[in-house]
């Protein structure tokens, strides 16, 4: 008992520590939701290019612009003027209506509008096409129907249905509104809390070396002293992760169909792997700074490498290694299945066995303390 | 000490650290594969599907068969119920669900606009956006077969009714990233992101490391330079080589990922070496602030996820919370990410991404005169 009173008096000191198990990660939880708080972009810029200067052409252009995602913020001389202004960054994307757009609509020969986007930016990019599809869509429906409607069906419905043979309907499932704060925040903050568990963990076991060096802390009882050590932080990450979840399904009211009992026991035991992996890389540095290094390189992806934004079916054999390194890709498949399927527990079993795969590195990293133990003491602090 | 010694101890200093050299070569190296690594693949391709088909005639099979026969969707199987598809989706991880309702056939004949209907799993956007795009291919496909059937039948002629099935055509075109790669829209800014967060980390681990030594009372190389030369020497240093690693970064690692290299030459050495003067700065100041060498590497990391998500190349700027913006102006990554993708991706002319320039300008002052009277500070501290 004596001995855990002075790890928590060891964490208490280190003014560093303390803010990275106190204050630091809700400060920079709240900071990712903050950036994507608005959940859907508004008003993008797209620029316009009229050469047709029509009734027909202005009524497109309004139509566009009704588009909550999209505005027309800039009309632009000729083509050239446009596309600087879109290699400049100022528009995301560019509308080209051509000459005698109106005279061809009429004339039964359908003028082509060329659309242009930018995709260097994917995410903006894909919201501002699907913006323009829809409006587009729209404003054909209503000119094609309003054709219809003066000569071959009279009633609305009919001319619609001519318009418009086929309706499609998507309906998302699981994020019903398509809102990227749930989207991306709910796999963000996870993979910045793995990157605060497996570095606090590094730190915490390099205030030994500056101490009396590891053979001092380990001499004896070299699992207990690693297990007193972790235990302190283990318990204050969970109490991060808990609140992280609660306020997500009772705060933000993002769904959890599932059980959170079982997603909580899930983080238990996904920031005890992130401990063993973190223990296991401070022993095979055995210094603080190559020993964060290593864990920088480790866990610094964690999100790309988590399947949310870019899918790990489509992912190489090798990145699905690496992928499946982290404990955090196991946990994240878990939260969703939890959260948006409801699935049942029996069906997220092999992560949760996954997860407890870890105990692997931690066991090395046992081994290594060991043999640091029984080393001469003064010797096992590196240079 | 002359500034030729201080130069030739510096240089000692930093390759003698193996703490620095495993961050900058190690990092920049190493990064420069796993980054990429989750993408290689560039775009999610044959996502699957389960289908359920209420309807059943010949038509609705061949709707199917169209959706199938998209590169964005594969039918994994046919369900014979919303609820056992439901079920399936979730067991098997497919990506999304697609009915066609009761009476499609017939309801279509009497023109009565049935809707298809797509359910797509929202959790992962690509994917969802993958599937939909790939649903809305065939839909649309068929929709227009349909109206040219029916032109047909009111008595157009087939070359006609081909033509004007559309009043209006939109042709929708990809610009800059024309195939929508994932490689291609990440890369280029997180390339830059990782010069920048190493060249912090090296600094602040030399300055760290520094002022250890100082605290256990060991002599510094530098106590007698003054602190305008030890800031030149250092910045020099670094600058040379990090202009190599960039080098390394917009040629064959480009070249190897196939990113576009629209920049000429000489503007991106220009911007690189203006990228290059505030950070270094920067990692200046860090490295004489910071008691211990391995905390650099600790602030630079947790920074990094709020800088990739700020700096506006995922998320638009307008989109994020003034405070929050008006803070990440302060980080010379935020401007440089942007005009590094102008000039080189986006193939911009150097005269448009002169705001940005003259935004690294200001933090190089800013961050240079700060560093300067840091050095100045910390140098005092040591005589007394």
Sequence with gaps: MEKRASEWRLLVEDPWLVSLVTWLPPLLFVMIYAIFSQGMARNLPVGVVDLDHSTLSRALMRYYDASPTIALARNYPDALAGMTAMRGGEIYGLLIIPADAEKNALLGCPPSIEAFYNSQFLLIGRQVKTALLQAHATALAKIETLKHLGSQAPVMGQALARAVPVATQATPLFNSSTNYTQFLVSAAIPALWQIFIVMTTVLSMATELRRDGLADWLKDRPVRGLVEKLTPYGLLFWLHGIMFLVTMVFVLGWPLHGSLVFLIFCQLITVMACQCAGALIFFLSRDAARGLGFAAAYCAPGLAFMGVTFPSTDMTVLARVWRSLMPISHYMDIQIAQANYGAAQVLSLPQVGYLLLFILPGLAACILGARISRTPSGSGAAV | ?384
Aim: charged share 10%.
């Design chain 2, 1 to 384: 000490m002359s500034l030729f010694q201080l130069f030739k101890a510096e240089l000692g200093a930093v390759f003698t650290n193996i703490a620095l050299l495993l961050t900058l070569f190690g990092g920049v190296l190493f990064y420069s594969v796993l980054y990429p690594l989750p993408y290689v693949t560039q775009v999610p391709r044959e996502q699957q599907v389960v289908v359920v088909n209420l309807d059943d005639s010949q038509f609705a099979r061949r709707l199917v068969r169209m959706v199938d026969a998209t590169a964005q969707v594969q039918i994994h199987s046919q369900a014979s119920s919303l609820a056992q598809a439901e079920e399936r989706m979730i067991e098997k991880k497919l990506a999304g669900i697609l009915v066609v309702p009761e009476n499609f056939y017939r309801d279509l004949l009497l023109g009565r606009r049935p809707s298809l209907a797509f359910a797509g799993d929202a959790s992962y956007f690509l994917v969802f956006g993958t599937v939909l795009e790939g649903m809305s291919a065939a839909g649309t496909t068929l929709a227009a077969e349909i109206k040219v059937t029916q032109s047909l039948l009111s008595g157009q002629a087939l070359a006609l009714a081909q033509a004007q099935h559309h009043a209006i055509n939109l042709g929708l075109h990809a610009l800059f990233n024309e195939t929508q790669g994932y490689v291609n829209y990440v890369i280029p800014a997180v390339f830059v992101l990782i010069l920048h967060q190493t060249l912090i980390m090296g600094m602040g681990i030399l300055g760290g490391s520094e002022n250890e030594q100082q605290k256990e009372g060991k002599t510094v190389h530098w106590q007698t330079a003054s602190p305008a030369a030890l800031l030149l020497a250092r910045t020099l240093i670094f600058i040379i080589i990090y202009t190599l690693l960039s080098l390394y970064y917009y040629g064959p690692a480009y070249a190897y990922y196939d990113i576009p290299r629209l920049a000429a030459m000489g503007d991106l050495a220009l911007l690189n070496l203006v990228f290059l003067l505030p950070v270094s700065f920067l990692g200046i100041c860090l490295g004489a602030v910071l008691p211990r060498r391995e905390l650099a590497t600790l602030i630079v990391l947790l920074s990094s996820m709020p800088l990739v998500f700020a700096c506006g190349f995922v998320w638009p700027i307008s989109a994020i919370p003034g405070p929050i913006n008006t803070l990440m102006q302060l980080i010379p990554a935020v401007p440089a990410i942007k005009a590094f993708i102008l000039l080189n991706q986006m193939g911009a002319d150097f005269r448009q991404i002169f705001p940005q320039v003259l935004h690294l300008t200001i933090l190089t002052a800013g961050y240079g005169l700060s560093a300067f009277l840091l050095l100045t500070r910390r140098m005092n501290r040591f005589a007394l």
